[in-house]
């Protein structure tokens, strides 16, 4: 009787095997960190400042973390400026920009991507043209064509000329672009107007797009000085990065600890806006990138 006998499996339990780090992820990662330390860098300071005595501020080498901060230099910016006002000024001047650009912007970029006519080519080149035109050597004209209209020393002078955009305009044609015509085309032949088809298909799938058009203005008008400083004079209708050049007091005898306070108050609505808003932004920045 031969009896058949399994052969005896032998395990061989062998060492795990330790993750290999490239050499360029590390270097990779040492930028990033370098990189952000040199953009929050300016930013931290500006806090610790706003939190420190005048005479704290110019400390060598500087404290980055005060050890008794001093919150009264926020409570000096609404005693030396009228800084409501001046809030409610750029909220109304920017909103209103954000909301003309985007609606003009996103309707040029679609017919300048979607919609056929005679010297569409010629018309966008032209557009593209005024984009390397610096606002220094315009700034006359305009202010000529505000004061022509009766609208000078106001905030409309601040909102009518930034209705439309180069910039706004070429980011929403190269988005729309991206879309397949077979939709629009599709949705014509069951009868809808081409103001349907951008209404209820182009339009809606743009969001990203419009989204991050929305922040870039945000952002870039919140912050806006140049225009403001040459179109305003009262001071009733200041906006806010113009209204804080008083903290700086007659011939800068101001505390830099109070400036640097009112600096904070003005970048929080920006801050806001990223944070809740990022997703977006990141969407339409990065569409078209994979396919």
């Given amino acids: 009787m031969t009896t058949d006998v399994a052969p005896s499996t032998t395990v061989v339990l062998g060492r795990r095997r330790r993750p290999i780090v490239k050499v360029g992820s590390i270097v990779g990662m040492v930028l990033l960190v370098l990189a952000a330390v040199f953009a929050l860098g300016p930013l931290l300071w500006t806090l610790t400042t706003s939190l420190r005595t005048p005479a704290e501020a110019f400390t060598n080498p500087p404290q980055w973390i005060p050890t008794s901060p001093d919150f009264s230099n926020y409570a000096a910016v609404f005693n030396q400026i009228p800084i409501g006002q001046f809030f409610l000024n750029s909220v109304v001047v920017t909103v209103l920009i954000v909301v003309g650009q985007t609606i003009t912007c996103t309707l040029s970029g679609y017919a300048f991507a979607m919609v056929s006519f005679p010297g569409k080519n010629t018309i966008f080149g032209i557009f593209l043209a005024t984009m390397m035109v610096p606002l220094q050597t315009i700034i006359i004209p305009v202010f000529v064509i505000v004061k022509t209209m009766g609208i000078s020393d106001s905030l409309a002078s601040l909102i009518i000329p930034a209705l439309g955009s180069a910039f706004g305009t070429f980011l929403m044609r190269q988005y729309f672009m991206q879309m397949p015509r077979e939709l629009g085309e599709a949705a014509r032949i069951d009868g809808a107007s081409q103001w349907g088809v951008f209404r209820h298909v182009y339009a809606r799938m743009a969001s990203p797009a419009i989204a991050t058009l929305a922040i870039l203005n945000f952002s870039g008008f919140w912050a806006?000085?140049?225009?403001?400083?040459?179109?305003?004079?009262?001071?009733?209708?200041?906006?806010?990065p113009l209204g804080l050049v008083g903290l700086q007091g007659n011939l800068g005898t101001g505390s830099i600890s109070v400036v640097l306070a009112g600096v904070i108050l003005a970048m929080i609505p920006s801050v806001l806006l990223f944070i809740f808003a990022q997703r977006y932004f990141i969407e339409g920045v990065t569409a078209g990138s994979f396919r």
């Fill in 224 to 240: 806006e000085f140049y225009r403001p400083l040459i179109f305003i004079q009262s001071q009733s209708n200041f906006t806010l």
